[in-house]
């Protein structure tokens, strides 16, 4: 079979082509012969990668501009990367999700673990909201959003191009709808028996975080009976599912009143609402301020946002995760339940543990260790990426 013609860029002699062989997705700039040719090509186009002896390794989508310069699409250089190739992407990652849920809320493609790097797409019913962030995606979207359409099932397509990622390869902010016509409101979610209310033009992210759906199962299971805290609530995640399972009361506490009332609608939806209670606040000034009111509750949740989304960013993290665990583990009743979650990648699991750990102490708290939980199934992880695994929760009882 003849070899489709690509651009070719080449490993330095020192860089360490088995990690490639063996499965590593990404080749970063410092690994790569980047001279005045190879810096010319056009930022997303798919190239051949070789070893320093010229040997293939695969096709990769290329930035010169990113870091992570080379992201490694296909190991048969013969396979063009087109519309039947992401088709065939698509479908093994609906073949999955299909298995796993009976309603189609999900994570559709969780970027290189399901073999499209930076490409995430969540699924809304017929509606999902793809963020392309890479390049080589961002090159490809009408092949991609072909192969979307073509699986059946799906007739909206919505971009969105908000986060740090998309800046880091160079590329712009700017959200659209690809196909189809947007919700004209949210969208009603139902998880853990609960209905969530997302929104897919305006929220943050791509409306809702289905990657904590099993900890707010696990979260939800504690709080039969009990006086719920819901911090860094966003849509009602923790609360509403508490809720659901037959907690006394959730008061969810965010710095987005829009989120809040997202939250409020699905409270209604839920047919919860006479027991939820929101405070729109700063997570750490709410701690402090339910500690002076005397609050306590018998499950308290927190679930951050990235305090450490960089290895630059590790420590004054790590200090954060402490810290909320600390003001956090004050409000929890003695016998009651402490959740602690972690979106940060460059905070490792052992790390993230020890700063919880080392917060409860210092709040002068007792505690076991329950139950430690990761992102769902549809948020499958790489073996050869530890990024691919970010999410972190641990359950403690004080």
Request: charge should be neutral.
């Amino acid at each position: 079979m003849t070899q489709l013609p690509y651009s070719v860029i080449r490993l330095k002699p020192k860089a360490d082509a088995r990690k490639i062989r063996h499965g590593a997705p990404w080749v970063f700039d410092n690994e790569l012969v980047l001279d005045r040719r190879t810096k010319a090509i056009s930022k997303g186009e798919i190239v051949l990668l070789e070893d320093a002896d010229r040997a293939p390794l695969g096709l990769v989508g290329f930035n010169a501009e990113s870091r992570i310069s080379g992201r490694m699409l296909e190991r048969n250089v013969n396979v063009p990367v087109e519309v039947a190739w992401f088709k065939s992407k698509l479908s093994k990652a609906l073949e999955m999700r299909e298995r796993l849920y009976s309603e189609p809320f999900y994570r559709l493609v969780h970027a290189e673990a399901d073999g499209l790097p930076g490409v995430v797409i969540d699924r809304f019913g017929d509606t999902v909201v793809l963020q392309p962030n890479a390049a080589w995606a961002e090159m490809k979207l009408d092949a991609l959003c072909e192969a979307l359409l073509g699986l059946g099932g799906i007739t909206t397509i919505l971009k969105n191009s908000a986060g740090r990622a998309r800046g880091l390869e160079g590329l712009d902010d700017v959200s659209a709808v690809l196909a189809g016509v947007a919700p004209s409101g949210p969208v009603p979610v139902k998880m853990n028996g609960a209905t969530y209310m997302a929104d897919l033009t305006g929220g943050q992210k791509t409306g809702i975080f289905f990657d904590q759906r099993d900890n707010q199962a696990f979260a939800a299971q504690l709080s039969q009976g009990a006086d719920v805290l819901d911090v860094f609530s966003h849509v009602g995640g923790f609360g509403l599912a508490a809720l659901a399972r037959g907690a006394t009361s959730a008061l969810a506490v965010d710095a987005s009143a829009p989120a809040l009332e997202l939250a409020t609608e699905g409270a209604k939806a839920s047919g919860v609402s006479e027991r939820f209670e929101t405070r729109v606040s700063d997570a750490f000034d709410a701690l402090v301020a339910l500690a002076e009111e005397g609050r306590t509750f018998d499950v308290v949740i927190c679930d951050p946002p990235a305090f450490a989304p960089s290895k630059k960013a590790l420590d004054a993290g790590l200090r954060a995760y402490e810290r909320i665990a600390r003001l956090a583990s004050v409000l929890v009743k003695d016998g009651g339940y402490l959740g602690l979650c972690s979106c940060s990648h460059a905070a490792d699991l052992s790390k993230f543990r020890a700063a919880s750990s080392r917060g409860i102490g210092r709040a002068g708290r007792t505690s076991q260790l329950i139950h430690t939980g990761f992102a769902g199934p549809d948020h499958p992880l790489m073996p050869q990426l530890a990024e691919s695994g970010y999410l972190k929760a641990l359950f403690y009882r004080l």
